[in-house]
């Protein structure tokens, strides 16, 4: 299979609109990973019982693909790593994802820190692969974006990340209401999007399947700083590698360029790990 390159027009879309939608990119193998994705979670208790707990809207496992080789070998599809070696360079970070067994509504937010630790400074780029594993639709739990909230700066995505969070005050409207697209999916279909663009999710079921795959451009050695922070991230999920056992024991030298980096600035994550343990109960769920 010749590996996936973006067109002109395709990077295009994204730059302005912030998301990109391939309709049955992955449907060849949907059934494997589904299969897989379902004995990973039973391998760690199956999951909520489609109830909110102390809050909870989700299950999450963090590192997710990880966890299986054959999920593992998303990262060599020449389809997925086309995709995002036409957005990142060939070089491109891959720093882990998470699978998730979703409950009811998920509010407007970036996946990036928009405005607090690095205020001043654009976010940091990243790019989501998103997989769902059962049907969506707009009022039962499909991805819903903004088209061109992923402009930091921008007078417009600026006014949208202060006033999504409180729609109802702000705006008097729901959340639900707010003018978006909602991008419909089947299993199969794969969704890539900028992680600055604002997203949510309304009307779904109680234990909707996903999972993601994050990656971004290779850290610059005057940026290791940054990555060392991302890293340090995971301390919360108890993981002392951002990666799984499975991804490093069946890696590729190709899947090792997208590993390397994050395997070379990781040394400090286990200390992270004890000190987050030491004022958390129990690990994150997302």
Sequence with gaps: MAKYTLTPQQHAFIDLF???????????????????????????????????HDGAARSCIVPFIDQSESLSTLLDDPRVDGIFSS???????????????????TQWHSDTDWSGKRRGKPPRLYYKMALYLDPVTADSGALRLIPGSQHYGDRYAEALEASLRAAPDTLGIPGSDIPAVALESNPGDVVVFNQNTKHSAWGGGNRRRMFTLNCTYR????????????????????????????????????????????????????AAVRKAKETMTEPARG
């Design 219 to 270: 850290f610059a050695d005057n940026e290791l700083h940054l990555l060392r922070n991302e890293i340090a991230g995971f301390a919360r999920f108890w993981v002392e590698s951002p990666y799984g056992e499975a991804m490093l024991r069946t890696a590729t030298p190709q899947r090792m360029v997208h590993l390397q980096q994050v395997l070379a600035n990781k040394s400090h994550l286990p």
């Design 87 to 105: 957005l990142l360079g060939e070089d491109y970070n891959y720093l882990g994802g998470d699978g998730n067994f979703y409950v009811g509504d």
């Design 18 to 52: 912030g998301y990109l939608v391939f309709p049955g990119l992955l449907r060849d193998r949907i059934d494997q990973i589904i299969e897989d994705f379902e004995a990973i979670f039973a391998a760690h208790g199956g999951g909520h019982d489609g109830k909110i």
